[in-house]
């Protein structure tokens, strides 16, 4: 975060992945409410341009910041502007479903790269600097396919499991100098980037009978973000009308 992005440092800085587009813009939106300084991550500059005007017209203050997360350097780079970030939200994520066998090595890297590496990355330049402060949430989006298996979805839901386990320790490196680090583990949701034919099926699965809208996987990371989630850490929250509760 460059002095220029946020001149008087009055707010509290945020930065969410994977902002440009469904859960992470609704999540942005949120967070902009609630007084943090944006930083909206993606990589199309269009959308990313859209999400900011929005944010502001609403009254909000948000920067974009392109990266491409699947490329270590540029998470670098994200790492470096997001500075002194309070919250982190890692939602950004690719999915494939299909069957095993046509699933070539390098989607499998990329999926891997930009689902874990990159939070990893981004959480190994944050987490220490929030610790020092003694403040600091960090969100991580899982998925019900992290726990329940989905026929086509072994790679996509190693991706998401390796989330919540990685932020379980995190949880126990970080949270003791103060650093919330939790989970959302979403069901189906209707988002820019799936099918609505997809979530409609598997939200007919769900407890509640349908997919979900971003805003109310928006409202729960909003709520981990806040103090009013100051005794939640180490947890996993499903956000998925009660789809892995039976
Ligand atoms: N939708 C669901 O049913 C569902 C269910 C459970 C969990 N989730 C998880 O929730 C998160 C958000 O999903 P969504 O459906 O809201 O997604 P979405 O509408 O497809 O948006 C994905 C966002 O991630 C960014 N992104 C994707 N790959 C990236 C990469 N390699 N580098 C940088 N940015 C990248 C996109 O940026 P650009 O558009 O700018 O390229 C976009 O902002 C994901 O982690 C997903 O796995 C979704």
Redesign the pocket.
Known sequence: MTERMNPDRKRPVALV?????????ATAFKLASDGFLMLV????DA??AETVKLIEADGGFAHFVR????NPEDVTRLAEQAGDAEVLVN?????WFGPTADLDVSTFD?LFA??VR?SYQLVAALAPKMAARGIGSIIS?????GTVGLAGGAA?GAT?AALSAMSRAWAAEFSPAGVRVNTV??????????SPAR?EV?GSTTLLGR?AQ?EE?AEVIAFLASPRASYITGARIPVDGGRTAV
């Open positions: 992945t994977g902002a440009t587009s469904g859960i992470g813009r991550h993606g990589r199309d959308r990313g990266a491409d997360l699947t939602n950004a994520g690719m999915s990329r930009g689902n990159a989006v899982d998925s019900m396919s996509y998401k583990a979403p069901g189906p949701v209707f988002s820019e980037g799936a979530i598997l997919g971003v996987i």
